[in-house]
């Protein structure tokens, strides 16, 4: 590779469409996220956003266009896909009659790891659910069970991490938990995108912002000239 020639993107999306019946979710989508970096999807609600980290997340397949994850193709390798990416869903993932610590049991038992006892021990102290580790989370808040599930994301260090609004109805403390798993994540040389309609939150945690609208990009900036009140100005320009 030259000097000059910048590596390719961990996540690769040309031209992505997806349709529930005569309803389009995702209108074209074009988007390269790298490795060591954070990419922010920004947008209203109905933007596309969640449908776009379901193709990634190789949960809901794809109408029209490209996706690769990590050089695998979600359309033709979805389980090489589902084994390199950590998915933090907007809704739902957990098993309510299950503990946090059951969850991350069974994740631990699927993807056939061994010694992960002690990370996930940090990982849900960090997101102070260590009190409520061995309770069952169907009487969890919605709070607590975006927490547990930024958790179950990161639990197995993925190549890819895709949190899909990982901030709605969280405290302080678990946003500022969310931060560190990114920037450990980045520290080490994973790729991550984050989906969330909160743009100071999203200027705050990722590097570079694409927003969505109607299904489609319509820009990527980097985090900082989303920044403040002329970020705020932009950001509205961009969503009219």
């Known amino acids: 590779m030259r000097d000059n020639q910048q590596p390719a993107p961990v996540v690769d999306v040309r031209s992505l469409h997806v349709r529930f019946g005569e309803v389009e979710a995702v209108a074209g989508v074009d988007l390269q996220a790298h490795a060591g970096e954070a990419t922010a999807l920004l947008g209203r609600n109905g933007a596309g956003k969640s449908t776009t980290m379901r193709v990634l997340a190789g949960v809901v397949p794809l109408t029209a266009g490209s996706a690769r994850v990590a050089g695998h193709d979600v359309r033709t390798e979805p389980l090489r896909v589902k084994q390199v990416v950590g998915y933090c869903p907007d809704v739902g993932g957990l098993v309510p009659r299950a503990t946090p610590w059951e969850h991350l049991q069974l994740a631990a038992r699927l993807r056939r790891m061994t010694g992960w006892e002690e990370h996930g021990r940090d990982l849900l102290e960090r997101f102070e659910l260590g009190d409520v580790a061995h309770r069952v989370t169907a009487g969890f808040s919605h709070g607590m069970s975006r927490r547990l599930s930024v958790v179950l994301a990161a639990l197995h260090l993925p190549q890819v991490l ?79």
């Not at 980097?222 to 950001?235: H, K, N, P, S, V």
Request: net charge negative; proline share 3%; with cysteine.
């Open 162 to 240: 895709l949190l899909d609004e990982p901030f709605d109805g969280v405290d302080p403390i678990g946003v500022e938990a969310t931060f560190e798993v990114i920037a450990d994540a980045r520290a080490r040389g994973a790729c991550v995108l984050v989906s969330t309609h909160l743009r100071e939150l999203a200027v705050e945690a990722c590097t570079s912002v694409s927003v969505l609208r109607g299904g489609s990009r319509v820009a990527t900036l980097a985090a900082e000239e989303m920044a403040g009140e002329e970020g705020a100005r932009a950001y509205r320009g961009l969503l009219d």
